[in-house]
């Protein structure tokens, strides 16, 4: 399936999506246990935010749309419109992230019957994922 803008694009297949949340996840989780808070969940919650969107934020934004597990992957995300991924796309798409899991996990499994294979944090940041070739 494809996405055509300027430019001609190949959608991402739903199991390379998952495959690189899941390397995205070890490795978020491994930097957050870096900065653990112990006893402190509140502290706890804050960091692991922050170091989640962080980490979106630098990949996505200064790394042509590509997390590590997107690059082991080879894909990326795109904005629908095909402008360059900001601040507030990283943190829109990160917050979809935790709308997805906290909604029975429905957000996740919505790009499987989704014509464009987005998932709810894709459409809450006006994003695709596509093949990187």
């Not at 399936?1 to 978020?28: C, K, V, W």
């Not at 653990?36 to 509140?42: E, R, S, T, V």
């Not at 170091?51 to 790394?63: A, M």
């Not at 829109?92 to 909604?103: E, K, P, T």
Request: hydrophobic fraction near 45%; charged fraction near 15%.
């Amino acid at each position: 399936m494809g996405i055509t803008n300027e430019y001609e694009y190949t959608l991402a297949n739903n199991g390379a999506r998952f495959l690189a949340l899941f390397i995205d996840s070890i490795l978020s989780g491994i930097i957050g246990g870096a900065f653990g808070a112990n006893d402190q969940w509140i502290l706890g919650g804050v960091m692991g935010f922050a170091v989640g969107v962080g980490y979106q934020w630098l990949f996505l934004t200064r790394n042509n749309g590509q997390t590590p597990g997107k690059m082991a992957l080879g894909i990326r995300v795109i904005k629908t419109d095909g402008t360059a991924l900001t601040f507030t796309d990283a943190l829109m798409r990160y917050i979809g992230y935790l709308i997805n899991s906290a909604v029975f996990m429905i957000g996740w499994f919505w790009a499987f019957f989704d014509e464009n294979r987005q998932g709810w944090h894709d459409k809450l940041a006006r994003t695709y994922v596509v093949r990187a070739d």
